[in-house]
């Protein structure tokens, strides 16, 4: 399995501007999670998608973040209008989520590196 | 609602010395105790996890971890570390049971491995 593949892998746009990040997760993986990376903040959970619907978004900071899962193996997280604060790595990770088998092991992508100018 | 303090944000060491990162958590509930490792430009990948059983974890590349509920700790050890260990490590836990288990990470601990 090629794991959970995230693109673009660097992203430089000056604020306002729209970014779109992509993820694509493992095969047969029903949970899917979006994360942001700062030095300041550490790994602090945006969203977590199970089975494509959304089931906890309390992390996303504020309206001009929004995330979608149209299918099994597709996501995306965009920023509309970009800040610089937004700047950070953006890491999406995969689980299979089954009841009888507690805490299966998430999966993470490379990430995206996102520069708000 | 569930937190991890990693008490070192960067640790130096020499190759071949052991070294230990530490780890304490608090939570009103049971909880999962994980270690993940990030190496640079990468994402995250599972070391260990204590779910139950043993207090006595053991990972990949050497590493191992020791559970103490009464001291609320699940630090992180290898014996002799090599060049390859210099990467960040983080500390997680998320609750044995209710909602979907959420996973609260630490905010991470930078091994220097010295020549």
């Known amino acids: 399995d090629a794991g959970v593949i995230q693109s673009p892998r660097h992203e430089v746009t000056e604020m306002g501007q729209e970014v779109t990040l992509r993820c694509k997760p493992i095969?047969?993986?029903?949970?899917l999670f979006w994360y942001r990376q700062t030095m300041m903040r550490g790994l602090e959970l945006l969203i977590y998608?199970?089975?494509?619907?959304?089931?906890?978004d309390s992390g996303m900071p504020e309206d001009r973040f929004s995330a979608k899962m149209p299918n099994a193996s597709f996501s995306t997280l965009k920023i509309q209008p970009s800040e610089p604060r937004d700047s950070a790595v953006y890491f999406c990770a995969s689980r299979m989520t089954i009841q009888a088998y507690p805490q299966e092991t998430q999966y993470f992508g490379p990430g995206t590196r996102l520069l708000v100018l | 609602a569930q937190s991890v303090t990693q008490l070192d944000s960067q640790v130096p060491v020499f190759e071949e010395a052991p070294v230990e990162l530490r780890c304490n958590y608090s939570?009103?509930?049971?909880?999962?105790l994980f270690w993940y490792v990030q190496y640079p430009n990468q994402g995250l990948q599972l070391l260990l996890k204590?779910?139950?059983?043993?207090?006595l974890v053991k990972g990949i590349n050497g590493f191992e971890a020791e559970f103490n509920k009464s001291q609320t700790s699940f630090h992180l050890r290898k014996p002799s570390v090599h060049i390859s260990d210099t990467a960040e490590y983080f500390c997680?836990?998320?609750?044995?049971?209710?909602?979907?288990?959420?996973?609260?990470f630490g905010i991470g601990t930078k091994l220097q491995v010295i020549p």
């Open positions: 095969s047969g993986h029903n949970s």
């Open positions: 998608f199970n089975n494509n619907v959304p089931i906890d």
């Open positions: 997680a836990v998320s609750p044995l049971s209710g909602g979907y288990q959420k996973v609260t």
């Open positions: 204590y779910l139950s059983g043993s207090t």
């Open positions: 939570s009103s509930v049971s909880v999962y």
